[in-house]
């Protein structure tokens, strides 16, 4: 089933629609642009305007507690007078100890949820929302606050279990790792309102359109010879890191050119031809189409100066150190 | 101790006890109200109830009066125990709901919020979340109504009038027994009660308190 919606949260400036199909469609934006209100208004926790449906079932005019949503709160809102058997079971319409272990949290039932550390918390949290067997998720940075480690051992429970359920999840992240390894898609909300971004895994190269500050742009694959698949030249590349399979670059340390070109100090340089330019607050995006999706954060200015538009052929250079493997 | 004197202690034990029984869901619906709302209605309201902790209890006890008497509700309950219940019920509702009150507003709100998302209704995450979290709190305010029914006296007495063994509780007693030219000790007896069950109460508020901390 899928989750269609297209709600204004008037005294936020979100006026946000999007459909989210099964699988796990990561949603980006910088800090204060609105992602977990949008996710609180979904759920039936702020008040909104417009629709709600999963499937054919209108879900607006519900109450929260009929939403059926399973939700992972950023600041998790672990119930402290229940233990962890009693936050999993609380809204558990059945047995819950297949919950239990698929999340590692036997071995802690009763354990008060204040003695746990910051990774177990998120284990019940998750766990909390998954054992009310909801019909879709939302899940607010259910990895922020986990070392690497833990949220290495979190992320193969979670992409376990979100590939069996094959619901429609919608997830908040900041972190390139947590894009990479859990979703399929991409939602960029920016300036109220929400874009679509190309999906961001497999093998064929991608792009990621986002707002700025989210810290990620662009993740591509890299293959063995250090090429960008749908690029000709192999890139410039810090030595890479064991296990890593994907650089990423943000939009703000690409530099674009017109011809004629001179010689510069940058490593890479990929041609390619300007396919869109959007506002992003009081700069550009520039998309260029150069085998792979590049994106340049531009001022309106240089733009001009340029005298970019759809189809202008550029050069998009960057700097070695600018790349960054994932 | 005199027959007369263990009755009067064991009838104003019972009927703190019925006032703070009745108070218990008036109290929890009103101290939960209190705390999550705002508007001019509310605070007028919460006026109202909380008024019998300013006014002279005398003047509480002749309002049920008139509330009760024949130019009011007519019921035929002035100068009964029910009366002395209603009364020292009236005069403690507000030690109670003010503990309640405290107490829910002692609870985060967004703990409701994440409990309404895992399907509970309105009422579920109150009773599933909010009463267990606020149960000190409401415990505390138990206890202090509980003492200030047991301490009743001036509600009482115009209300429920001074009966041997109907209405006629520890306060009553003591009053009655220090209007008598003597008492063959009652006042003195009765008085050394009241202190031991006001010092129980305490500690037991106290208790509670802690525990909260």
Same mark, same amino acid.
């Given at each position: 089933m899928t989750l269609r919606f297209a709600l204004q949260l008037p005294d936020r400036g979100l006026d946000a629609a999007a459909e989210v199909p099964p699988g796990v469609t990561g949603l980006l934006g910088a800090n204060g642009a609105g992602k977990s209100s949008l996710l609180h208004a979904l759920a039936g926790l702020l008040p909104h305007r417009g629709t709600i449906e999963l499937g054919n079932t209108?879900?607006?005019?519900?109450?929260p507690e009929a939403r059926g949503v399973g939700l992972v709160f950023q600041d998790l809102?672990? =119930? &402290? #007078?229940?233990?962890v058997r009693g936050n999993v079971a609380f !809204? $558990? &319409?059945?047995?819950i100890d297949d919950v239990m272990a698929r999340f590692h949290l036997a071995a802690l %039932? #009763? /354990? &008060? @949820? +204040? %003695?746990?550390s910051g990774g177990q918390k998120q284990r019940v949290a998750l766990a909390r929302a998954w054992a009310r067997r909801p019909s879709w998720l939302l899940l607010d940075?259910?990895? %922020?606050?986990?070392?690497p480690d833990a949220r290495r051992a979190l992320f193969a429970d979670l992409r376990e279990a979100l590939h069996e359920a094959a619901l429609p999840c919608l997830l908040v992240t900041h972190r390139p790792e947590d894009l990479l390894a859990l979703t399929d898609r991409l939602l960029v909300l920016h300036g109220g309102a929400l874009h679509p971004a190309a999906p961001l895994h497999g093998a064929r190269p991608h792009e990621v359109v986002e $707002?700025?500050? $989210? !810290? @990620?742009a662009m993740v591509w694959p890299v293959d063995a010879d250090g090429c960008v698949p749908g690029t000709r030249l192999p890139l410039v590349l810090p030595p890479r890191p064991e296990g890593a399979t994907h650089v990423t670059v943000r939009p703000e340390d690409v530099i674009l050119a017109t011809p004629p070109h001179g010689p510069t100090s940058a490593r890479n340089a990929l041609d390619g031809t300007v396919s869109a330019i959007v506002p992003a607050g009081s700069e550009r995006l520039v998309q260029v189409d150069a085998g792979a999706m590049v994106t340049a954060s531009l001022t309106e200015r240089a733009i001009e100066e340029l005298q970019l538009r759809p189809g202008a052929q550029v050069r998009a250079w960057i700097k070695t150190t600018a790349l960054r493997w994932v | 101790m005199t027959p007369d004197e263990l009755h009067a202690i064991a009838l104003s034990l019972g009927i703190a006890a019925a006032a703070t029984a009745i108070d218990l869901p008036v109290a929890l619906l009103l101290g939960t109200w209190f705390a999550r709302h705002r508007s001019t209605a509310i605070v007028l309201v919460e006026a109202l109830v909380m008024a019998p902790l300013v006014l002279p209890p005398v003047v509480t006890g002749y309002g049920l009066l008139l509330l009760f008497g024949p130019r009011g509700?007519?019921?035929? @309950?002035? =100068?009964?125990p029910a009366a002395a219940v209603l009364a020292s019920a009236v005069v403690a509702l507000p030690l109670f709901v003010r503990g309640v009150r405290h107490a829910v507003e002692g609870v985060d709100t967004t703990l409701v919020e994440a409990a309404r998302s895992l399907g509970a209704s309105p009422w579920a995450a109150w009773r599933r979340v909010v009463l267990p979290l606020a149960l000190p709190g409401v415990l505390g305010g138990a206890v202090l109504a509980f003492a200030r029914a047991v301490g009743e006296f001036g509600a009482t007495a115009v209300f $429920? !009038? %001074?009966?041997?063994?109907?209405? /006629? +509780?520890v306060p009553l007693a003591i009053y009655g027994a220090l209007q008598? @030219?003597?008492?063959?000790g009652t006042a003195w007896r009765l008085s050394l009660a009241a202190v031991g069950l006001s010092l129980l109460g305490a500690v037991a508020a106290e208790l509670i308190a802690r525990r909260r901390t």
């Open positions: 209108p879900l607006h005019d519900q109450p809102r672990l =119930f &402290p #007078h229940l233990d !809204g $558990a &319409p059945g047995p %039932s #009763h /354990r &008060p @949820v +204040t %003695s746990l940075e259910p990895t %922020s606050a986990l070392a $707002a700025r500050r $989210a !810290g @990620v | 509700l007519g019921l035929p @309950v002035a =100068f009964t $429920a !009038g %001074s009966i041997a063994g109907r209405t /006629r +509780t008598q @030219v003597d008492d063959g």
